[in-house]
């Protein structure tokens, strides 16, 4: 499953289709314990690495917000962590039609993720997007993990919940008190840490995700099929009875 999402990048399917998907993971964890969907995410960050060692970052808000004001958050983040930002793209459309429009940055950076370090850059997104009461993370790992850290956490300033899954790892983050400067975030104990290829118990259902991607898909090209099909089968009854009309046409020329 994590070869399949590996091919979910932005380059082959589309940065909107990307970010839609994004938001299916930000609610996976409810769907994989059998509870309701939680409320959107006023910030979603979804960052997928790269097997050459440079990640990509989706950075989508609920809302329409100005490009001064997604670009000025965005050079807060890269100021703060020093990752060297290329392809960087701020855009704002609806994810279908009728739907409101919603802001979204993206960019790819070498080392979002380090793995030799095994600790996720979750206190960054949360220190410069704190004004946001409700975020989601989600990292999709595309190579074997040991995650060290940051576990959940909670204080008077923020309440982290860590969800680990097999390749994909989900921080629900509600930011109660924005007044912090820094945010220094434990490790998970060392007899929790683990890697992709162990069994995850609580993490979210990426295949599940998968499935209803697939089956998406799936039903979209069946309904196409059949579209095609149906104008095939009327455009050939269509020529029939023009045949058949121009034949009794004929027919009735010869008799005379």
């Given amino acids: 499953m994590t070869t399949f999402l590996n091919c979910l990048q932005v380059q082959w399917i589309g940065r909107w289709v990307f970010i839609a998907l994004a938001w299916c993971f930000a609610a996976s964890g409810a769907y994989a314990e059998a509870k309701p969907v939680p409320p959107q995410p006023q910030l979603l960050v979804l960052v997928s690495t ?51 429009r919603m802001t979204s940055v993206s960019f790819t950076a070498p080392v979002v993720v380090p793995y030799p370090e095994g600790t996720l850059p979750v206190a960054e997104f949360v220190q410069a997007y704190k004004e946001y009461r409700h975020l989601v993370l989600v990292f999709q790992l595309s190579r074997p993990f040991r995650l060290t850290g940051p576990d959940s956490y909670e204080d008077q300033h923020v ?98």
């Fill in 159 to 256: 309440s982290i919940r860590l969800k680990q899954g097999t390749g994909i790892h989900r921080y629900d983050v509600r930011v109660t008190d924005p007044s912090f400067n820094t945010l220094e975030l434990p490790e998970l104990p060392r007899a929790e840490t683990k890697t992709p290829d162990e069994p995850s118990r609580s993490g979210p259902s990426l295949a599940l995700v998968v499935l209803l991607a697939l089956g998406m898909a799936v039903s979209v090209g069946a309904v196409v099929y059949l579209f095609l099909t149906s104008r095939g089968a009327t455009s050939a009854a269509r020529r029939e009875k023009t045949g058949a009309t121009a034949r009794r046409k004929g027919a009735e020329k010869r008799e005379r």
């Fill in 50 to 100: 790269g097997r050459n060692g440079v990640d990509q970052v989706a950075i989508s808000y609920e809302s329409e917000v100005s490009e001064a004001k997604a670009r000025a958050e965005l050079r807060a983040l890269l100021k703060a962590t020093g990752w060297k930002a290329s392809d960087v793209v701020v855009d704002c459309q609806a994810l279908s039609p009728g739907a409101p």
